[in-house]
């Protein structure tokens, strides 16, 4: 990924040769940009006005590196990757006696005297060079990842009505104080249906909002305690923690799945060939009152908006429901529903 970007840089003399190619790949796909209504997976207005505003953004980002990532995340989000639900995010419950073994674990990690937490893991580039003190720390729960993995399939298999492939499971991650995380699309082609198993937190700890963009444009603030799942497309749906965490601890597990007929290989290529030709340069319009995005790798941030993330002026906060049960799901539309398959045979 890294090489092919730096062979895409135009300054470099021996890079104008396949950027040619990729133009003339682009047209031979018939791609147009900017690209039809029809083209925005799903095709709600809202979904369509929310990226073209950061297509829009990401065309006067200067930084090459930077503007090339940015039009990968955003045309795989916005355009190309399929949605399988129709908000793209859910909270759920976990399965009880999983949480409570894992909050067991996660209490021994973090009250051990000689070495509360093991080192940090090397996932969080970003955030480490900026922030050192703010990193991520890892417990360990040995042998517990294909449990947590096997046991939650069924889950994100009703949820994303599809059969499912689990990917990974990833944890127990152990938030600290001041510890942010910016806006997101997972990038790797394996993380597709996706959950954050939320298993504890400082209790004096202020709360801490999960961000994540639904398939109608909207921005939601997710609120979770021990034991509840969040359940999101997360290639799909951009998602992250743009507040800064106030408290000792938090802590969650990752669980990451992939449809059983999926091609991770086709992905990533067809998202480069779908980005315009003359994607390095600035646009002759102006358009007016639009923030600065700024992108990192795969991290979205806007520096002109409190927490760095202009959305958060106008979000809908949500913690789980007294009333929801286990096999029940809540998303954007407030309604609690049963989790359950629609096609038990196709799965
Ligand atoms: C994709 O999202 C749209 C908009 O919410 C929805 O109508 C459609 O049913 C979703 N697709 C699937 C497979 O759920
Ligand atoms: C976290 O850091 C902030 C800023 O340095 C500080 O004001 C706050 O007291 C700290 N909170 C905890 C729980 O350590």
Partial sequence: MLALLFLLLPHLSSSQLDENERIAEYHKRQHKWPPAEAEFTPQTPGWRNLHTRRFQQITRIEDGTAKYNGYMSTVHSALLAPNFTEYGWALTKGPSDLVELLLARLITGINRED????????????????????????????????????????????????????????????????????????????HIISSIMHIGHDPD??????????????THEVFLETGDVLLYESSKCFHGRPKRYNGKWYSSIFTHYYPADWNPKRNEMNVHYRIPPGWHLQPEEVVEDLDELIVTETSFKEPGCEHEWCALKKTTKWTMPQELQHGQIISSDGVIKPLVKESEDEL
């Fill in 115 to 190: 070495t509360p937490v093991e080192l940090p893991d090397a996932d969080q580039g970003d955030i480490r060079d900026e922030y050192p003190e703010e990193l991520p720390l890892m417990v360990s729960i040995y042998g517990l990842h294909q449990r947590v993995l096997d046991e939650l399939l069924p889950i994100h298999e009703a949820w994303s009505n599809t059969k499912l492939i689990g990917n990974n499971a990833y944890g127990l991650r152990v938030y600290r104080n001041q510890s942010n995380l910016q806006m997101h699309i997972d990038e790797s082609a394996t």
């Fill in 205 to 218: 700890g202020e709360p801490w909002p999960l961000v994540i963009e639904d398939l109608h444009g909207n």
